[in-house]
């Protein structure tokens, strides 16, 4: 079995929210562990030197507390008074305190720390009996011979507490000495274990992004290259393998083989139509009973029509996304392609309400605004309650997305697309406009003509078919196109309120 073989299985099985949020959790586990490391040694470091510069500083502290406290009975021994007695002792209070905030744990200080500690705090206790002794004598208010004894005592056991913090002090540089030695010949490596950790994380990185696009932007990408060898009208060609996939590329694929078989039946379809049409001409049959068989056949295939050019620009914006963002806008892009292949492959009504139509042009939008971002903008201004009025179904997609194609992403600028319905007078009016490149005044003339677009052009394919649907489906509708280069297209289709209105449930034929 080849490593890394049964994860691979299982990561093929998972939903694409949760193989990006696999991804994403990889690649922050990699870059936590090293930020980790690099804040514990730095951490380390800062500790050590502020261990030693907090015990300098509360040596020095001690010294400075002693010299106050040395001043403090020289002041007594002068003029001893109540004031002077109260501010020995509150010398000794505050020496007290600091002496206590020496470091007490074993593990941060030397052996000769420990016992010079241990020696000031047994003189200071010393020191202070001292000085209560010199207070009883001095309180007889007599300059005996015993007073005078017992300052000096009291005097001489101050200089030792000196002597000792000032050793503790010499102590404390010693260690600072020794560890600054230490910490420089770490500093020295420093840079090399810290860019040895840079390519690890580096490597690793690496390694995940390399899995993560073998197991899913290979099946995107198989996905688009079949696309657009099917939007080059080459129909026969194998199905895209599902690769084991249950997730949504998975099922992506499967809607997508068969679009294709629909697709290349519906040309066979087109073929034998054609052939059918010639028979029926020489033939010589009836004008009507041929328009009839002719109009039944391109009802039912103008409303199969795909373009697979909107299909391979969307899964390349779904390859896109799925390398710059996290699953759950892939998830709502795929989602909105979902509904928009949905209506447009099974969906057989001659008519829908304008509701319905909004919410298949809306997922078809949400695709366009992902893919061309703030490029392109549309508005819809619906003046009429959506679910009262009908209109043929597949009308205002492939108008927007003629308008998208055509007019507005040529543009570098991009620009702004807006479907109007309104009523006027006794017609509904539908305006779909744009500010893009507009077109020339003969492709103008063939679209208002409903002539065939010339072999190898798209430009208006979709807007012939939409004109032509209406002139079977709507009698008395209007068709017209308005355009002119640099400026824009504005498509204007009017439909009587007598065939658009919704008959109410039971008096007539209405989508549900």
């Known amino acids: 079995m080849k490593p890394f073989a049964l994860p691979a299985k299982r990561f093929r099985a998972m939903p694409l929210k949760e193989k990006a949020r696999s991804f994403s959790l990889a690649s922050f586990c990699v870059l936590f562990i090293f930020f980790i490391c690099c804040t514990a040694a730095l951490a380390y470091y800062n500790f050590s030197f502020k261990r030693l510069f907090d015990a300098s500083y509360?040596?020095?502290?001690?010294?400075?507390?002693?010299?106050?406290?040395?001043?403090?009975?020289?002041?007594?021994?002068?003029?001893?008074?109540?004031?002077?007695?109260?501010?020995?002792?509150?010398?000794?209070?505050?020496?007290?305190?600091?002496?206590?905030?020496?470091?007490?744990?074993?593990?941060?200080?030397?052996?000769?720390?420990?016992?010079?500690?241990?020696?000031?705090?047994?003189?200071?206790?010393?020191?202070?009996?001292?000085?209560?002794?010199?207070?009883?004598?001095?309180?007889?208010?007599?300059?005996?011979?015993?007073?005078?004894l017992q300052y000096?005592?009291?005097?001489?056991?101050?200089?030792?507490?000196?002597?000792?913090?000032?050793?503790?002090?010499?102590?404390?540089?010693?260690?600072?000495?020794?560890?600054?030695?230490?910490?420089?010949?770490?500093?020295?490596?420093?840079?090399?274990?810290?860019?040895?950790?840079?390519?690890?994380?580096?490597?690793?990185?690496?390694?995940?992004?390399?899995?993560?696009?073998?197991?899913?932007?290979?099946?995107?990408?198989?996905?688009?290259?079949?696309?657009?060898?099917?939007?080059?009208?080459q129909m026969d060609i194998p199905d895209v393998p599902v690769c084991g996939s249950d997730d949504e590329i998975g099922d992506l694929t499967r809607t997508f083989n068969r679009m294709k078989d629909d697709c290349r039946s519906l040309l066979t379809a087109q073929q034998e139509k054609e052939e059918l049409t010639r028979e029926l001409y020489e033939e010589r049959l009836s004008h009507i009973a041929a328009e009839n068989q002719l109009s039944a056949a391109q009802l039912a295939m103008l409303k199969q029509q795909i373009n697979p050019h909107f299909l391979f620009n969307t899964l390349t914006l779904i390859s896109q996304t799925a390398q710059q963002e996290n699953a759950g806008e892939t998830g709502r892009l795929i989602q909105q392609l979902s509904i928009l292949l949905r209506h447009n492959l099974y969906d057989r009504q001659d008519r829908v309400t304008i509701r319905q139509e909004l919410e298949t042009l809306y997922s078809y939008m949400y695709i366009q605004e992902s893919r061309f971002l703030d490029r392109v903008a549309f508005w819809v201004d619906c003046q009429v309650p959506p679910e009262d009025y009908c209109i043929p179904t597949f009308t205002l997609q492939p108008l927007v997305e003629n308008a998208v194609s055509h007019g507005v992403a040529p543009r570098e600028a991009g620009g702004v697309i807006r479907i109007k319905i309104a009523l006027r007078g006794a017609l509904l009016r539908i305006n779909v406009t744009d500010n893009g490149v507009g077109m020339d005044k003969a492709v103008r003339g063939r679209l208002n003509r409903l002539e065939d677009v010339p072999a190898g052009q798209n430009n208006g394919i979709g807007v012939v078919n939409v004109a032509r649907r209406l002139e079977l489906l709507c009698p008395g509708s209007r068709f017209h196109v308005a355009s002119w280069p640099?400026?824009?297209?504005?498509?204007?289709?009017?439909?009587?309120?007598?065939?658009?209105?919704?008959?109410?449930?039971?008096?007539g034929d209405s989508p549900s």
């Open 58 to 148: 509360l040596q020095s502290d001690a010294m400075g507390r002693m010299s106050d406290l040395s001043r403090a009975i020289a002041a007594y021994e002068s003029a001893p008074n109540t004031e002077s007695r109260q501010q020995i002792e509150s010398c000794f209070q505050n020496g007290w305190e600091l002496f206590n905030r020496f470091p007490d744990d074993p593990r941060q200080q030397s052996e000769e720390l420990r016992m010079l500690k241990t020696a000031i705090l047994r003189t200071y206790a010393t020191y202070e009996k001292s000085v209560q002794e010199l207070f009883r004598l001095g309180s007889y208010r007599l300059h005996t011979t015993d007073y005078y």
């Open 152 to 233: 000096y005592e009291t005097v001489e056991i101050g200089d030792y507490i000196d002597t000792y913090l000032e050793q503790m002090l010499q102590e404390n540089l010693r260690e600072g000495q020794a560890l600054y030695r230490t910490q420089s010949r770490i500093l020295h490596i420093a840079p090399l274990i810290l860019a040895a950790l840079l390519l690890l994380s580096a490597f690793v990185l690496l390694h995940v992004q390399r899995w993560f696009s073998a197991h899913l932007l290979s099946p995107i990408l198989s996905l688009a290259e079949a696309a657009r060898t099917l939007a080059a009208n």
């Open 486 to 507: 640099g400026l824009g297209t504005c498509i204007r289709i009017e439909l009587p309120l007598s065939w658009a209105k919704r008959q109410p449930e039971g008096k």
